[in-house]
């Protein structure tokens, strides 16, 4: 059996394609993605499983910061819904006599001086077309602030009903730390629990609302199994 003696990389001399080639590059990356693809779909092997767990491991991550800042945007969103009742209720209008006087023209007379009360009729259509679209303003400010608030109370009604399906003692913590905003020491006072049982409450709450928050996005985008 004779030996093949030492393989040489030399490309140029034997017409072979080097390893940094760019056709050698797109090559081995295609066969990497094809194995990967294999073994997606037929035998998830430990690697794949690995990375799906990574993966999910971060959109839950993710997830839970999106719940955490919900939470905490709560005592503003409830001002917010404050803001906007009291603007709806008391809308800022102008009064149709302040807008017809402002316009109000005099009438020329023989002698060149103008006779104070007459309004003309040119004036009278741009009052009245002045106070149409006032009015038209006035009903799509009003419109704004309703969507605006409709939208933070949809918020708000999601948020208390999502919290309202947790155990008590945790809805009980994440209620007193994100929307009363209290401390650590005063909910230690307060409930007489270690801070210990009080992080592991808020802990398994928020655990729990992102399991609620998952199942609702799977539902949504249609990949609930």
């Known amino acids: 059996m004779h030996s093949r003696g030492p393989v040489s990389f030399n490309h140029h001399a034997h017409g072979y394609l080097g390893i940094n080639h760019p056709i050698t590059r797109d090559a081995i990356f295609c066969l990497v993605q094809l194995q990967k693809e ?11 499983r690995n990375c799906r767990k990574v993966r999910d491991d971060m959109e839950r991550e993710k997830i839970r910061e999106q719940v955490i800042e919900e939470l905490k945007a709560y005592p503003d969103l409830k001002r917010k819904v404050l803001l906007l009742r009291y603007e709806q209720e008391h809308p800022a209008r102008i009064s149709d006599s302040e ?25 009278m259509r741009i009052a009245s077309q002045f106070r149409d679209e006032k009015e038209r303003l006035n009903q799509g400010t009003l419109m704004e602030i309703t969507q605006e608030l409709r939208g933070i109370e949809n918020k708000i ?36 629990l270690s801070p210990r049982t009080l992080i592991k409450r808020r802990n398994g709450g928020l655990d729990a609302l ?3 928050y998952e199942y609702i996005g799977e539902v949504k985008r249609g990949t609930k199994s």
């Open 99 to 123: 807008v017809i006087d402002s316009m109000a023209l005099s009438r020329p007379v023989s002698n060149g001086i103008r006779s104070s009360g007459f309004i003309s009729d040119k004036t």
């Open 210 to 212: 992102v399991s609620i």
């Open 38 to 48: 294999v073994f997606r779909r037929f035998r998830p092997g430990p690697v794949s």
């Open 157 to 192: 009604s999601k948020l208390e009903f999502y919290i309202s399906q947790l155990e008590d003692d945790q809805a009980e913590v994440i209620r007193k730390y994100y929307f009363e905003r209290k401390t650590w020491g005063e909910l230690q006072q307060e409930l007489h």
